[in-house]
Protein backbone atom coordinates (compact mmCIF):
# COMPACT_ATOMS: atom_id res chain seq x y z
CA UNK A 1 0.00 0.00 0.00
CA UNK A 2 1.18 3.28 -0.93
CA UNK A 3 1.94 5.49 1.68
CA UNK A 4 1.56 9.77 1.81
CA UNK A 5 2.76 11.55 3.72
CA UNK A 6 2.01 15.51 3.34
CA UNK A 7 3.99 18.46 4.76
CA UNK A 8 4.39 22.33 4.59
CA UNK A 9 0.81 23.68 6.31
CA UNK A 10 0.83 26.53 9.16
CA UNK A 11 -0.62 29.86 9.44
CA UNK A 12 0.14 32.15 7.06
CA UNK A 13 -1.59 35.76 6.33
CA UNK A 14 -3.90 36.57 3.29
CA UNK A 15 -1.94 37.23 0.88
CA UNK A 16 0.89 34.93 1.98
CA UNK A 17 2.67 31.92 0.33
CA UNK A 18 3.18 28.54 1.77
CA UNK A 19 4.64 25.42 -0.28
CA UNK A 20 3.66 22.15 0.62
CA UNK A 21 5.46 19.03 -0.06
CA UNK A 22 3.86 15.22 -0.59
CA UNK A 23 6.34 12.03 -0.12
CA UNK A 24 5.22 9.12 -1.79
CA UNK A 25 6.33 5.39 -0.67
CA UNK A 26 5.74 3.95 -4.43
CA UNK A 27 8.64 2.76 -6.90
CA UNK A 28 6.46 3.70 -9.50
CA UNK A 29 5.83 7.25 -8.54
CA UNK A 30 6.38 8.74 -12.26
CA UNK A 31 3.89 6.82 -14.41
CA UNK A 32 1.03 8.36 -12.09
CA UNK A 33 -1.04 11.28 -12.49
CA UNK A 34 -0.63 13.08 -9.21
CA UNK A 35 -2.56 15.67 -7.52
CA UNK A 36 -3.18 17.98 -4.47
CA UNK A 37 -6.55 17.96 -3.10
CA UNK A 38 -7.97 20.47 0.06
CA UNK A 39 -11.41 19.41 2.14
CA UNK A 40 -12.25 22.48 4.47
CA UNK A 41 -14.62 22.37 7.23
CA UNK A 42 -18.24 20.59 6.80
CA UNK A 43 -17.59 20.53 2.52
CA UNK A 44 -16.48 17.53 0.70
CA UNK A 45 -12.79 16.83 -0.46
CA UNK A 46 -12.13 18.86 -3.91
CA UNK A 47 -9.34 18.69 -6.66
CA UNK A 48 -7.24 21.66 -6.61
CA UNK A 49 -4.30 20.66 -8.86
CA UNK A 50 -3.06 18.08 -10.87
CA UNK A 51 0.02 17.05 -12.48
CA UNK A 52 -0.24 14.49 -14.93
CA UNK A 53 3.42 11.34 -15.95
CA UNK A 54 3.20 13.61 -19.30
CA UNK A 55 3.93 16.82 -17.54
CA UNK A 56 0.54 18.27 -17.65
CA UNK A 57 -1.22 20.64 -15.03
CA UNK A 58 -4.59 21.66 -14.17
CA UNK A 59 -5.98 23.92 -11.77
CA UNK A 60 -9.07 24.37 -10.16
CA UNK A 61 -10.54 27.98 -10.99
CA UNK A 62 -10.93 29.06 -7.53
CA UNK A 63 -6.71 28.59 -7.52
CA UNK A 64 -5.64 29.39 -10.85
CA UNK A 65 -2.55 31.74 -11.52
CA UNK A 66 -1.98 31.73 -7.79
CA UNK A 67 -1.07 27.94 -7.11
CA UNK A 68 1.60 26.24 -8.91
CA UNK A 69 2.02 22.55 -8.60
CA UNK A 70 4.99 20.33 -9.18
CA UNK A 71 6.95 17.13 -9.16
CA UNK A 72 10.34 15.28 -8.97
CA UNK A 73 10.42 11.88 -9.92
CA UNK A 74 13.51 11.12 -8.79
CA UNK A 75 12.71 11.61 -5.17
CA UNK A 76 8.93 10.68 -5.47
CA UNK A 77 8.04 14.47 -4.35
CA UNK A 78 4.84 16.14 -5.68
CA UNK A 79 5.01 19.71 -4.56
CA UNK A 80 2.06 22.82 -4.40
CA UNK A 81 3.57 26.67 -4.20
CA UNK A 82 0.27 28.35 -2.94
CA UNK A 83 0.83 32.29 -3.37
CA UNK A 84 -1.71 35.69 -2.90
CA UNK A 85 -3.66 33.21 -0.10
CA UNK A 86 -6.94 34.07 0.80
CA UNK A 87 -8.84 32.66 4.03
CA UNK A 88 -11.14 30.45 1.79
CA UNK A 89 -7.93 28.58 0.92
CA UNK A 90 -8.20 27.94 4.97
CA UNK A 91 -8.63 23.35 4.45
CA UNK A 92 -6.58 20.52 5.10
CA UNK A 93 -4.38 19.71 1.96
CA UNK A 94 -4.24 16.42 0.95
CA UNK A 95 -1.61 14.60 -2.07
CA UNK A 96 -2.90 11.51 -4.03
CA UNK A 97 -3.09 9.96 -7.44
CA UNK A 98 -5.48 11.58 -10.00
CA UNK A 99 -7.82 9.94 -9.80
CA UNK A 100 -7.80 9.74 -5.76
CA UNK A 101 -7.12 5.72 -5.51
CA UNK A 102 -4.32 5.64 -2.18
CA UNK A 103 -5.26 5.80 1.01
CA UNK A 104 -5.41 9.43 2.16
CA UNK A 105 -2.35 10.46 4.18
CA UNK A 106 -3.05 11.97 7.51
CA UNK A 107 -2.76 15.68 5.06
CA UNK A 108 -1.80 19.29 5.89
CA UNK A 109 -3.65 22.34 7.61
CA UNK A 110 -3.13 25.64 6.16
CA UNK A 111 -5.29 28.20 7.84
CA UNK A 112 -5.52 31.75 6.12
CA UNK A 113 -6.09 34.27 8.79
CA UNK A 114 -5.05 38.04 10.34
Known amino acids: QVQLVESGGGLVQPGGSLRLSCAAS????????MGWYRQAPEKQRELVAS???????TYADSVKGRFTISRDNAKKMVYLQMNSLKPEDTAVYYC????????WGQGTQVTVSS
Open 51 to 57: FTNGGST
Open 96 to 103: NRDPASWT
Open 26 to 33: TSFFSVYA
